[in-house]
């Protein structure tokens, strides 16, 4: 098993950690954690370099999510998505802000967003 950091002086048991990991997939993939995942990789791959791996792609997808359903301004997204672990450049941020937006609407994975689709919605960020 591999060290932690972020839960060495944890004090939850790792069922509730469990738990509250399977409600945070419930919350940010309601439509399943795999699929959305595939879909939101082939959606987002076309703005990324192409050796980009997984974590680099789906780690700013996921701060933007994660700020929309705080309800936060998409300049506080932008923001927030520019100083997460990665760098992205604007076209990026707005990428992925794209794919944020749309997939809150999505409502099945027969109609979620392509790339051509958050192209056409990164016309509408002005940043």
Not at 22 to 40: D, S
Request: aromatic share 8%.
């Amino acid at each position: 098993m591999a060290l932690e950091l972020g839960n060495l002086f944890s004090f939850k048991s790792r069922e509730q950690l469990e738990k509250e990991r399977i409600e945070y997939e419930n919350k940010v993939f309601p439509l399943g954690v795999e699929e959305t995942r595939a879909l939101a990789l082939e959606a987002l791959r076309p703005f990324f370099r192409k050796k980009a791996d997984t974590a680099e792609i789906l780690f700013p997808f996921l701060t933007a999510k994660q700020a929309l359903l705080d309800q936060t301004s998409i300049e506080d997204i932008a923001s927030k998505v520019k100083k997460s672990a990665f760098r992205v450049d604007d076209t990026q941020v707005r990428a992925v802000l794209a794919l944020a937006l749309l997939d809150g609407c999505t409502v099945s994975l027969d109609t979620y967003p392509t790339a051509a689709d958050v192209e056409q919605k990164m016309a509408e960020i002005a940043l």
